[in-house]
């Protein structure tokens, strides 16, 4: 089965994949370096030995067609000597002479004899058409009468055959050595002179050409190219060196493309150059073959040797291999230390190394074990709740003091169950201390209600702090207080700070805490509220024959009463004695009056009994509105009062209206 790419990677970036891959590498580089090296080697070897042919084959084709144009110029000249006897006796005379050389047509394609004016007086084979044609244009007649020494032309055409050619000529000389004419061999571009040359072959193909000192070519291979120029002297410097005189070896262009080694050597007596050439690709192809062999038998033996150098890496590292393994060993407790049966020194001293740091590990460990033995006992024994949370608030350990607290079992909870079981009154604020505490690093205190399993509520104070190590945050420890009994005093201690304990009513300074937020509201907002100011109308007499208790009673149902008779937003209370006080917020003048009568009729209808005897009360209420314009609640106080003053006075059991009300 294919492994996946993540395997392969793992394998090849594994100690022995990257030894087996620089293995690789370094026999690739090493092959390349050899291929290289054998490259520049080779390639110096061959040019050294190409040259060497090259020059060799360059100096023996200038050495054997100096020979034959020597021997051509001697022929021609023992020609000359011999026509001089013949000369007198007129042109007949001379082409029965020429004709009587046949031998020198082994040489030349044609014989000529002219005057010391140009004029061809014989020629040899083509008496006619050669007959009377002037020369004295041509260069070599002018060199030869000037110079009056052999002289072979540039290629010309020829004036009757129109062929390209060179002409071989030599001066006609009389006694006294004055200029008599010329005799001149016609050597046909296309003849025996260059035919051995178009044979020649260098390898397959290097070939031999001959140039004139002008730079037109006299033999190559290509026919196409003889009787035309060389190119320019840029395209190859060495030819345009060459026709200058020089002779040596190089490397230029072809003109059929490609590079090659060239040698070029004079043919001074008819001052030609001779070149030779060998194509590069010939030259190397080969060095190439054997490179590209070479490389391919490399590559095959590197594939070869994979295999047996995986099994050898794999010989050479398996006590590192077996190292690796009793160490995973000792991490999971299967075994105690590691026991390595190698001569290598290195890993040896891995091991003891290793065995050394195991050995104090344990010790730490052991320390560790006892250090936490004894912490869990005191978390355990410690009466109050103690928690653990990790830096993102989810609770990692409760001591079982907090679990009992709580009731919740589980001693692991995420933050959100946690908060979940904070009263939701309490919950954001909590939520936005302990955020900020975990951000900012402060102590988180905090008190809340907190649902403990089955629905219970506490109160309970929780201190947490962070807990660092070298800069770092591992988390929180806390404390959690159950500080409900001390709430519920602190709550009954605020009751009864500002209620009646006969009537459960608000008392004076309950009722005037209310009336003062009352008075703020209205002169802030212009809200209206009314109060109502009560007194009983003879209670005397049923505490003085029923006695204390009695009345008392009867306190206790005027307090349910006028409690039941307004609503849930208002307050009762209790001033004092036979005094009580309504607060109406928001409520309007006619309701008031309503509210108030409404009380008159049902206090009335309560009855007490002491002995047979069936005691009442009635009411005289004042009724007055806190107005924006008071400045204490003393005014609208003074106002109530002196209407339920009045309603005394008036008879009492009524409701009397303050004016500034009515
Ligand atoms: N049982 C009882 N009586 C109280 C308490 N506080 C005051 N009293 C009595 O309430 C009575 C109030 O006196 P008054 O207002 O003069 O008596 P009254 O008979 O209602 O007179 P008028 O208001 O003029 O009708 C006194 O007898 C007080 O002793 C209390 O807490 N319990």
């Known amino acids: 089965m294919p492994l996946p790419p993540a395997m392969y990677m793992n394998r090849l970036l594994s100690l022995k994949g990257r030894l087996l891959s620089g293995l690789l590498m370094t026999w690739l580089v090493v092959l390349a370096l050899l291929l290289a090296f054998g490259w520049q080697s080779g390639t110096s070897l061959l040019e050294a030995s190409n040259r060497a042919h090259l020059r060799y084959e360059a100096r023996v084709i200038a050495d054997e067609l100096t020979d034959q144009v020597e021997t051509r110029l001697k022929g021609l000249q023992r020609l000359a000597g011999s026509l001089q006897a013949q000369q007198r006796q007129g042109a007949s005379r001379l082409g029965d002479a020429l004709r009587g050389n046949d031998a020198l047509l082994e040489w030349f394609d044609g014989l000529l004899v002219a005057d010391a004016e140009g004029a061809i007086q014989a020629a040899w084979p083509h008496r006619r058409r050669l007959q009377g044609v002037e ?232 320390q560790l074990k006892d250090r936490q033995a004894f912490l869990d006992a005191i978390l355990a024994s410690s009466p109050v709740g103690m928690f653990v949370t990790d830096t993102v608030g989810n609770i990692d350990f409760m001591n079982p003091a907090l679990v009992e607290l709580t009731g919740h079992a589980e001693a692991q909870q995420r933050q959100r169950e946690w908060l979940g079981h904070i009263h939701s009154d309490d919950r954001l604020s909590a939520l936005d201390l302990w955020q900020y505490s975990m951000v900012s690093g402060e102590d988180f205190l905090q008190q809340f209600r907190y649902y403990r399993q089955g629905g219970d509520q506490l109160w309970l104070e929780v201190h947490a702090s962070r807990v660092e190590t070298d800069g770092e945050t591992l988390g929180f420890v806390g404390t959690v207080k159950d500080i409900t009994a001390r709430r519920e005093e602190e709550a009954l201690r605020q009751w009864e700070a500002e209620h009646d304990p006969l009537t459960g009513l608000l008392n004076r300074r309950g009722f005037e805490r209310r009336l003062e937020e009352a008075l703020a509201d209205c002169r802030k907002t212009g809200t209206s509220s009314v109060l109502i100011l009560f007194d009983l109308d003879h209670f005397k007499p049923i505490n003085d024959q029923g006695g204390h208790a009695l009345g008392d009673e009867m306190l206790r149902r005027i307090a349910r009463v006028v409690a039941r008779e307004v609503r849930q937003s208002d307050h009762v209370a209790r001033q004092g004695g036979d005094e009580f006080a309504v607060l109406l917020p928001s409520c309007t003048h006619a309701q008031a009056s309503r509210i108030a009568e409404s009380l008159r009729e049902a206090v009335r209808e309560i009855t007490v009994s002491h002995r047979g005897q069936e005691y009442r009360v009635t009411l005289s209420l004042g009724v007055a509105s806190l107005e924006e314009t008071d400045q204490r609640i003393a005014e609208a106080i003074g106002r109530a009062d002196a209407a339920s003053y009045a309603a005394k006075r008036q008879g009492r059991d009524r409701v009397v209206i303050h004016p500034a009300l009515a």
Do not use: C
Not at 199 to 208: D, W, Y
Not at 252 to 262: C, K
């Open 135 to 366: 020369i004295a244009d041509r260069d070599y007649f002018r060199s030869v009468r000037a110079f009056r020494r052999p002289h072979v032309s540039e290629p010309i055409r020829g004036k009757a055959s129109g062929a390209p050619q060179v002409l071989f000529a030599v001066p006609r000389l009389d006694e006294a050595g004055r200029f008599q004419g010329l005799v001149g061999g016609i050597v046909r571009l296309d003849s025996g002179l260059f035919g051995r040359l178009d044979r020649l072959r260098l390898g397959q193909e290097g070939f031999a050409a001959v140039i004139s000192a002008s730079g037109t070519f006299l033999s190559h291979p290509d026919r196409k190219h003889i009787f035309t120029d060389v190119p320019d002297a840029a395209f190859n410097p060495l030819l345009d060196l060459a026709l200058d005189g020089w002779e040596g070896e190089g490397q230029g262009p072809l003109l059929s493309g490609g590079d090659a080694y060239h040698a070029y050597r004079q043919i001074w007596p008819a001052d030609w150059v001779v070149g030779v050439a060998l194509p590069r690709d010939q030259v190397m192809a080969p060095l190439q073959r054997w490179l590209e062999r070479l490389g391919g038998k490399a590559l095959l033996v590197a594939a070869l040797m994979l295999p047996l150098t995986s099994w050898l890496l794999w010989l050479a590292l398996r006590p590192l291999f077996q190292l690796e393994r009793q160490i995973a060993a000792v991490g999971e407790g299967r075994r105690s230390r590691v026991a390595l049966s190698t001569r290598m020194q290195e890993l040896r001293q891995v091991a003891d190394t290793f065995n050394r740091v195991e050995v104090e590990r344990g010790k730490a460990l052991a």
